[in-house]
């Protein structure tokens, strides 16, 4: 019996170091992310309780027009909208990365860089031996995406009939191209065996997405590719002379990935799917991306669409111009006015503060616009030279640059002295008053509570610092969605044919 407690207690010993060293390689992991901008994600070991720790869901994504993208200023799509959803639902940010490269998502998430991946992706046999899958989020078919024949407007359908493969027999000897790590890929295989003939399976880069090939085919470059039918229908509202009829498979699941070692997130998501469903969540948000035609139209003639060319407002280039002048990336000033205005120069808060960067009047004068004369760029001038005037204070007391941003940013939104109220209790209290998140930002948040305004280190008294508190991450949320889309973009390959 003596022997068997003892058996018993060294296990538990045993269980327990490994506990600890666990808990210590999550810590480093998450000071690894807060300080710099790597996605490691736990060495690939992070399910629910390390998710909810870290206090960030962590996802791999596609830019394109329908998953993930940024419109007038905000980012938007299919699956960054119930992304966001299901983030909130969890308690934690929402973290978008977009993958390079689509050939290796699978591998990038098993690699841990990411907690799941969201990228239309088809469930297949393959897939799912190196991941899980959760329930599916939709069905579709995959189909062949060809070019109608020259003058199709003025032919009767039946001629059009007649230039287009319909018989998937037909496609012995046609060239397709496809990415090799997509699904399309594996299905083309699958069909060259089914029809026995040698199908012309030509590998598109892995940085080349189903709608960048789809442009293509519309553009003449090349013949034939596949895409899913959802993401087809959405690029036919754009691409008029595209036919997108013929089917090359049946209907297949759509669906996020996680890693075989998330069972509980796997859960989570798919409890989470049920609920979404049964409140026709799920149905509204996919209405929006892939039913309503019209607004794909719009997005997809807008110059304020990232996949038109990056613009984020028709007030980008004086925006560059001033940004400047703060040292700052031009996308984070971009972002803050977003968040100020919407980029409407007419707003009007009901303080009296207006324009793109609403400036009170009294500020807009001393920092060089009249605030009944000034046009949309003083505005901007005014808002910047304020900027600059706030960083000179700060970097008095603080010495790294994105850093101070973030103090920055909150008295732009609450004033110095609410900040300089927080930075005292954090002095107080034994926390680092030159660091932000935790640390500055706990103690804005909680400054509308007796216990904290009324310290005798407070000077300004009552402030509701949610609103600072908010103002300050939901830039720098932007601002990471903007960097996302707009650094994709620029490294955007073109085809070799």
């Known amino acids: 019996m003596f022997f068997k407690l003892l058996k018993i207690r060294y296990v538990l010993m045993l269980s327990g170091l490994f506990l600890i060293v666990q808990a210590r390689e ?74 390079e490269d689509m050939n290796t998502i699978l591998d990038e998430l098993n690699a841990g860089k990411a907690d799941l991946a969201a990228a239309n992706l088809t469930v297949t046999n ?59 890929y594996s299905r083309l295989v699958s069909l060259s065996q089914e029809i026995g003939a040698e199908i012309d399976i030509t590998e598109a880069a892995g940085n080349q997405d189903t709608e960048e090939l789809i442009g293509y085919v519309a553009k003449g470059y090349i013949q034939y590719t596949v895409a899913d039918e ?56 996919y209405s929006k991306y892939f039913v309503n035609q019209r607004e794909a139209s719009e997005r997809m003639e807008s110059e304020f669409f990232c996949l038109n060319g990056g613009s984020i407002s028709p007030y980008d280039h004086a925006i560059q111009k ?35 960067m609403q400036l009170i009047p009294a500020t807009s004068k001393r920092f060089g616009a009249d605030s009944l004369i000034a046009s949309p760029i003083q505005n901007i001038e005014a ?33 110095l002295g609410h900040v300089i109220d927080a930075r005292n209790l954090a002095r107080k209290y034994g926390k680092d008053p030159d660091l932000w998140e935790n640390n500055v930002d706990f103690y804005l948040l909680n400054k509308s509570k007796p216990k904290y305004y009324n310290d005798e280190v407070v000077k300004y008294g009552y402030c509701r610092g949610e609103e600072p508190y908010y103002y300050v991450k939901k830039i720098l949320t932007r601002l990471e969605h903007y960097r996302n889309v707009m650094r994709i973009q620029e490294q955007t390959a073109t085809i070799e044919l």
């Open 322 to 356: 001033y940004s400047k002048q703060l040292g700052w990336d031009w996308r984070l000033l971009a972002s803050m006015i977003y968040q100020e205005s919407h980029f409407n120069p007419e707003a009007q808060s009901w303080a009296g503060a207006f324009g793109l």
């Open 126 to 184: 393959d897939r799912t031996k190196l991941v899980d899958f959760t329930d599916p989020l939709m069905q579709t078919r995959q189909v062949l995406v060809q070019r109608k024949p020259k003058g199709w407007k003025k032919m009767p359908g039946s001629a059009i009939e007649k230039k287009l493969v319909r018989n998937l027999n037909e496609l012995a000897g046609k060239t397709i191209h496809v990415r090799k790590g997509s699904s399309f």
């Open 230 to 285: 959802n993401i087809a229908l959405v690029n036919q509202t754009y691409f008029d002379n595209i036919d997108i009829k013929t089917a090359i498979s049946f209907p297949q699941k759509i669906a996020w990935a996680v890693r075989k070692r998330s069972p509980d997130l796997l859960k989570e998501i798919n409890g989470w799917l049920a609920d979404a469903n049964s409140k026709g969540l799920q149905a509204a948000v």
């Open 26 to 99: 999550c810590m480093v992991g998450i000071k690894k992310l807060s300080r710099q901008k790597d996605t490691s994600v736990f060495s690939g070991f992070a399910d629910l309780d390390a998710i909810r720790h870290r206090g960030k869901l962590i996802v791999l994504a596609e830019n394109n027009s329908t998953s993930y993208f940024v419109y007038k200023g905000e980012p938007m799509g299919y699956d960054y909208e119930l992304l966001n959803a299901f983030a909130n639902h969890l308690g934690v940010e929402l973290e978008m990365v977009v993958i």
């Open 383 to 415: 808002g910047t030279n304020f900027l600059m005037h706030l960083d000179r204070y700060w970097a008095a007391f603080i010495s790294d640059s994105s850093e101070r941003i973030k103090f920055v940013l909150a008295s732009y939104n609450v004033g």
